[in-house]
């Protein structure tokens, strides 16, 4: 059974531009979540998606919007890209209203 | 706003040298909290959930207690494969996110 996947692994963008990052959910999960975690800290929330709608929203500007697709996979995309969006970015699946099980994360790097 | 304490920050323990990391928590109507180990690099890997003052929960050398206002983890014999940075999160009523504190960054040397 695939735990939670998530692509790229690493992606190096530069100011301004846009980005997508991937995640497929853990079979059986219907809801995803996604952190950021900047490096010796611990991940803070960015939103939650369940039924293809964002369910609940961390407190992160409005560069950063979601998608939830019909076999529930989703993505995470950043707009207007800045050097502080730098940071290990975490996808979590869960049963609704259960433990959260993590992805191995995609570092993204700003120069 | 929902607050999660961890310490110490950093632990460095001799292999079989016993501890305990805490977590404490200053939250309105918890409805779990949850550790995880995060190795560098890498995403968190789920160890606990605890749900209720008085629950413990144990894998291999680690037990996870908690009370109404703090949690511990505690490390039993440690060997180096325990290395790790270990998580903890909290997740209130009404709520769907997780709250996580910055994390215990331990080294077992042999």
Redesign the interface.
């Known amino acids: 059974d695939a735990g ?1 996947t ?1 692509s790229p692994t690493h992606l190096i963008k530069t100011r301004g531009q846009q980005v997508t990052l991937r995640c497929s959910p853990k079979s059986g999960h219907d ?1 995803v ?1 996604w ?1 950021q975690q900047a490096l ?6 960015i939103f ?1 998606y369940y039924e293809e709608e964002e ?2 929203r ?1 407190n992160f500007p409005d560069r950063f919007s979601g998608h939830q697709f019909p076999n529930y996979s989703s993505e995470l995309n950043v707009n207007a890209l800045l050097l502080g969006d730098s940071a ?1 970015y ?1 996808c ?1 699946s869960s049963p609704t ?1 259960d ?7 995609t ?1 993204l790097t700003v120069l | 706003e929902d607050q ?1 304490t961890q310490s110490p920050e950093a632990l460095r323990l001799q292999e079989g040298e016993s501890s305990s990391l805490n977590c404490s928590y200053t939250v309105s109507g918890l409805r ?1 909290l ?1 550790w ?1 180990r995060q190795d560098p ?6 160890l606990f ?1 605890l749900y209720s003052a008085g629950e413990e929960k144990e894998k291999e050398r680690l037990k996870a207690t908690l009370t109404k206002k703090e949690s511990f983890l505690h490390i039993t014999a440690p060997k180096p494969e325990d290395s790790a940075t270990y ?1 903890c ?1 909290v997740r209130i009523y009404g ?9 215990n960054q331990v080294v077992v040397i042999p």
């Open positions: 939670v998530q809801t979540s952190y010796g800290q611990g991940p803070q929330f939650q369910r609940q961390g290990l975490l979590a209203g433990t959260q099980y993590f992805g191995p994360g570092r | 999660v779990g949850f995880y690099g890498k995403g968190p890997e789920f959930t998580l999160a709520n769907n996110r997780l709250a996580f504190g910055k994390g």
